[in-house]
């Protein structure tokens, strides 16, 4: 069993991805049971589909919701946010939007692709809202249709936010990654700067990805699995 001694580094970035919420129940978007197997993300998580018809897109939205609701953090998620209690730097850059990281307790938590539990108006800007049904579809002020705070398909990434991330991974000296396919830009980007950076990179996931070949040492195991048990002193 592969271990780390968190003192030998002064930065830690983990990177996580939909694998990571996978053991929580939360399901994955590519692969078997994934949401985009059962759902076309062009009918409802992007721009032009919110546009065509906004109250199917909430109404999947809510559907997301009410999954990830039903779901909690797991061992994995508890082991990231002790470390980042004993640690002096530890950032979760993650592509979740489930919360999962903030409910087991991690603090410095970057979310590139948006979160579940925040609506935008286009005028009166963000709305946090936590539960399975929105509050409203539209703003109590002007009555615009509210959209997720998500990055959604063909979205521009927030770019305040993803250069948080590079700062992020130039600094770090341990890069891990955990639960991504590696094939949605930027995740496939990731694991190159961290390298290029220095830091040594660890890659958490059972299958084998198109990035895999990046990682000083890849880990073929679960992140429920493989994250109580890696720091050890
Ligand atoms: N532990 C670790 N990894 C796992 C686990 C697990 N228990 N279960 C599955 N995985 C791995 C899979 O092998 C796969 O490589 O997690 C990865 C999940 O890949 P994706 O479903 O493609 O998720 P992700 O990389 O987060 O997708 C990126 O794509 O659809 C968009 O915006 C969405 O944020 C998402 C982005």
Redo the contacts with the bound molecule.
Sequence with gaps: MQTINPDEYQYIVFF?????S??SGVP????RG???SEYR?EEC?CQEAFDRDPQKVLEFHELRRKAVLECRPHA?HFAIAELGKMHPKVVVVT???DGMHQRAGSEDVME??GSLWRLRCPTHGIIEDVGEKYKSYRCEHCGSWLRPD????RDMLDEYNMNQAIIALRKCDLFIS???????YP?AGFPKIAKEYGAKCIE????R?EMSFMYDISIR??????LPHLFQK
């Design positions: 996580t991805g939909a694998g990571m996978a053991e994955t978007y590519r692969g994934g949401v985009w993300w998580a994995g592509q979740n939007i590139l692709h998500i990055t959604w398909f955990i639960g991504t396919s590696g094939v949605v995740a958490i996931n059972p299958e990805t195991s679960t992140a429920g699995e493989a």
